[in-house]
């Protein structure tokens, strides 16, 4: 159905009429380029819309522009307002993206998502560091591949280990030494058997 099919005539006398409108220009922004539309016309000096009662009141001089002229003008403004409508509903969305995404982003679940996905992210990359690095073994990999699954999973081990505690080792840990000595000592020790498992066992 036409938009203009839906502007239906309710009152009329000389030099007042009354339509109800659709809802869609009941919004504010199609009312107020209605209005605004109809007010430049010659002989309309008075334009009223009732958004709640969808109704649209005009108030014209009938010997500068009569019945038949205002309608037909009318049909016109509605014609052209509803070709913008759609690219102004677009443009309103496009707009509130921005300041949605942001509420999104500072609320707990979008902070929550956001450090699960670094911490995924994270966790690819380096999964793909120690990817490249095997590969450079391959023939300890295809000699013993399962000390090569093991020495992967034991970087990944580390990797994860130091991303988890990285925030207390730069903010506790390395300031206070003496106060963190035991942590330290895991940490050296840690490394100790990393690199102990790496050096190949020396034949007897």
């Known amino acids: 159905m036409a938009i203009q099919k839906q502007f239906v005539l309710r009152y009329r006398e000389e030099g007042h009429i009354r339509f109800e409108i659709p809802a869609q220009f009941c919004e504010p922004s199609a009312a107020n380029a209605l209005t605004a539309a109809l007010l430049k016309l010659d002989g309309v000096y008075r334009v009223t819309l009732y958004a709640r009662q969808k109704k649209l009141s005009i108030r014209y001089q009938e010997w500068v522009c009569d019945f038949k002229s205002l309608a037909k003008l009318l049909h016109q ?26 509420k999104l982003k500072n609320s707990g679940v979008g902070k929550w998502f956001n450090q699960t996905y670094t911490d995924i992210k994270e966790t ?6 120690l990817t490249k690095v095997g590969m450079k073994q ?54 100790f058997l990393l690199m102990r498992s790496r050096n190949p066992k020396q034949p007897k």
Request: proline share 6%; net charge positive.
């Open 77 to 102: 403004i509605i014609a052209g307002l509803e070709q913008k409508t759609p690219s102004e509903k677009k443009a309103a969305v496009a707009n509130k993206l921005p300041a949605i995404k942001a």
């Open 124 to 129: 690819i990359q380096a999964a793909k560091i």
């Open 138 to 191: 391959q023939k300890t990999l295809f000699n013993n591949p399962e000390k090569a699954m093991i020495d992967f999973f034991n970087d990944m081990l580390v990797i994860f280990l130091i991303k988890l505690h990285w925030e207390r080792i730069t903010k506790e840990w390395i300031p206070n030494p003496l106060k963190y000595r035991y942590e330290w000592l895991a940490v050296f020790y840690m490394f």
